[in-house]
């Protein structure tokens, strides 16, 4: 997928996902992955950044020990007091990656696959097609040589019989 403007799009939504500030309706301790130990790359070299997570093991487990809570929450948080979770990075993770991962080939990802796959397909069609008229063409080529051939040796044989009436008028 280089170079490929979905993948790009789609790394940067989950870049931006997880790189963001999460409000919350409590006093939480922590509003960013970034404060739990979790992080992408080096974070004094951008270059270094590979779309990866990395987890810095003693800040995480000191963020669960203190503050489980304020964890989970920065995960998962009801921000409206309808009992459903509608804010946190797996939150907005899942929703905003959603529309490419839509199952029944109404996904933008399983659409996309579809496209390319039927592009395949009619590639390789149109190449089995050039194949046959090569084929078809080598054919017609190897008869005409060999038809070629057998008026050169046609040729050959009538001018070693002139060749041979003339000597005899010598």
């Known amino acids: 997928f280089v170079g490929d403007l979905m993948a790009i799009e789609l790394k940067n939504i989950l870049v931006n996902t997880v790189s963001i ?11 960013s992955l970034y404060e739990i130990g979790i992080f ?18 003693g800040k995480l487990r000191k963020a669960l020990r203190e503050n489980p809570i304020s964890v989970r929450e920065l995960f998962g948080s009801d921000n409206n007091n309808d009992f459903r979770v509608d804010n946190g990075v797996a939150f907005n993770i899942r929703k905003k990656i959603r ?29 089995n097609s050039i194949d046959e008229r090569v084929r078809r063409y080598e ?4 008869y005409e040589f060999y038809r070629m ?18 000597n005899k008028l010598k």
Not at 139 to 142: G, H, K, V, Y
């Open 21 to 31: 500030f999460y409000p919350n309706k409590e006093k939480p301790a922590y509003h």
């Open 40 to 57: 992408s790359g080096n974070q004094y070299n951008w270059r270094e950044k590979k779309g990866k997570l990395e987890i810095d093991e």
């Open 149 to 166: 051939q057998r008026v050169v040796e046609s040729n050959k044989n009538l001018s070693r019989w002139l060749e041979n009436q003339l």
């Open 139 to 142: 054919e017609r080529l190897r």
């Open 99 to 127: 529309p490419y991962i839509t199952k029944a080939q109404r996904g933008i990802l399983s659409t996309r696959l579809f496209t390319l796959n039927e592009n395949i397909k009619s590639l390789e069609d149109r190449a």
